[in-house]
């Protein structure tokens, strides 16, 4: 690559490239750079820079096949509620709407709707709160809170449609605990 980092991410992109978004770099900062890998002839390229340098962010594929970077931690390690869309047929980035709490540390979901299922993570301690962004109208909306605040934890859609989210860190300890998301109900 053409910047060492940690703390990114990475997306497999519909023609199959690999888009590394973002992160840290000790000699850098926080990054806003982003390459992409073409598996093809095992060759990186830079694209187009996010807008917001940050790392411990969420980047996922949508079914329309833009990348929606979420969140994160940028400038003195402040969680961010900005929102990004990488577009791979024009390598380049735009704003869409803002998260309604800045949370780094947090899942994104992909919802068989087309959805996206943002949970928890941190800001000033650890969040209780999930939202919702629906990218026909590139806007957010809260929906039902975790049973437990969490940060660092995973969050996996299932075949039935349901979201289970596990483990995590509450702030002081790691946690055993596991819930489902659905979008008619939780628990």
């Known amino acids: 690559m053409s910047d060492a980092r940690q703390e990114h991410t990475a997306s497999v992109l519909s023609n199959g490239k690999v888009l590394v978004t973002g992160g840290f770099n000790h000699n850098i900062g926080f990054l806003n750079s982003a390459e992409l890998y073409d598996p093809s002839t095992s060759t990186w390229t830079t694209t187009d820079s996010m807008i917001d340098a940050r790392e411990h962010h969420t980047a996922s594929v949508l079914l329309n096949g833009k990348v929606l970077v979420t969140g994160g931690a940028g400038i003195e390690f402040s969680a961010l509620n900005s929102v990004?869309?990488?577009?791979?047929?024009?390598?380049?980035w735009t704003t869409t709407g803002n998260m309604t709490n800045?949370?780094?540390?947090?899942?994104?979901?992909?919802?068989?709707?087309?959805?996206?299922?943002?949970t928890g993570g941190a800001h000033n301690g650890t969040i209780i709160s999930s939202e919702l962004y629906d990218p026909s109208t590139s806007t957010w909306a809260n929906t039902g809170n975790m049973t437990n605040a969490r940060g660092q934890h995973t969050a996996s859609v299932l075949s039935n449609g349901l979201v289970l989210v596990t483990g995590g860190y509450n702030g002081?300890?790691?946690?055993?605990?596991?819930?489902?998301?659905?979008?008619?109900?939780?628990?």
């Open 84 to 92: 990004e869309l990488y577009d791979p047929s024009t390598g380049t």
């Open 102 to 118: 800045a949370r780094a540390y947090h899942t994104a979901s992909i919802l068989s709707n087309g959805l996206v299922l943002v």
């Open 172 to 187: 002081r300890i790691a946690l055993n605990s596991a819930e489902l998301y659905s979008l008619f109900r939780t628990n």
